[in-house]
């Protein structure tokens, strides 16, 4: 996993737990499990994004789940 924003160190933070835990998630799963998760917080001045897939294909897999704006469409 990693966090999808400029590295730094993750041991001991909110960060590093997170990764661990999605690490631990994806282990649960046989093959090429992909993982995204996005958290908004109002600690945050911009949402956290920890993936281990590219931002095209996360981006894609969220709009072929949701039908909020005109612009996505939904899943067959």
């Known amino acids: 996993m990693g966090l999808f924003k400029p590295k730094r160190s993750l041991d001991g933070t909110i960060a590093g737990h997170v990764?661990?835990?999605m690490r631990a998630i994806r282990e649960m799963f046989p093959g090429d499990t992909k993982l995204t998760l996005v958290v908004r917080s109002?600690?945050?001045k911009d949402p956290l994004i920890f993936t281990n897939d590219s931002?095209?294909?996360?981006?894609e897999?969220?709009?072929k789940m949701?039908?909020?704006k005109p612009t996505l469409r939904l899943a067959n």
């Open 42 to 44: 109002d600690r945050f």
């Open 61 to 63: 897999a969220i709009r």
């Open 19 to 21: 990764d661990d835990a």
């Open 66 to 68: 949701t039908t909020a």
């Open 55 to 59: 931002p095209d294909a996360a981006v």
